[in-house]
């Protein structure tokens, strides 16, 4: 009786490969470009790769993290010269780069100095407020390069952010419907 019962019709199985190496697949290349808008901008690379959720959602979480740390601490937590190791993880985000020298700008200008009746532009941080701000940027700039990693190595082929198709599945073959 079993003998009678259609058989479903399986995948031919892959040929066994006898060096056990794995050979690249045709569509592996590495996103410079995308990861180099990636570090611009968070969220721009996976935007450019066709990714617009996970866009919108890194630069939302980065850019408000980056952003909270500013707030927290004001501009003097991004300081090339006085936290060199701090600054290593802020600059995975470009406009830490932008905001360092606009830093340097104001110091120049007021010769150092900032005498509160010289109506200073900016206070700086001290104590809690600029470890706090300081930790924010770099984690902000930290979880970038992750995010520049996936852009890095990411298939722009890949659906995954593709709204899904609705399937109906097809009834087995030899089923009554």
Do not use: C
Not at 12 to 18: F, G, L
Not at 20 to 32: E, I, L, V
Not at 148 to 176: E, F, H, K, M, N
């Amino acid at each position: 009786m079993a003998a009678d019962a259609p058989t479903p019709d399986l995948p031919p199985s892959p040929p066994a490969a006898s060096s056990g190496a794995k050979t690249p697949s045709p569509s592996a290349k590495w996103n410079f470009a995308a990861a180099f808008l990636g570090w611009l901008l968070p969220g721009l690379g996976h935007f450019v790769l066709g990714q617009p959720q996970r866009a919108v959602v890194l630069a939302v979480t980065i850019g408000s993290l980056w952003l909270s740390g500013l707030l927290i601490g004001g501009i003097s937590v991004i300081d090339r010269n006085d936290h060199p190791a701090w600054f290593l993880g802020q600059m995975l985000i470009a406009p830490s780069f932008a905001a360092n020298q606009y830093r340097v700008k104001l110091v120049r200008e007021h010769d150092g100095t900032f005498d509160p009746e010289d109506n200073p532009p900016f206070e700086p941080a001290f104590a809690r407020a600029q470890e706090q701000g300081t930790l924010f940027t770099s984690l902000a700039g930290l979880l970038n390069l992750l995010a520049i990693i996936d852009v890095l190595y990411r298939d722009p082929r890949d659906g995954r952010d593709a709204p899904a198709s609705p399937q109906t599945p097809s009834p087995p073959q030899g089923v009554a419907t």
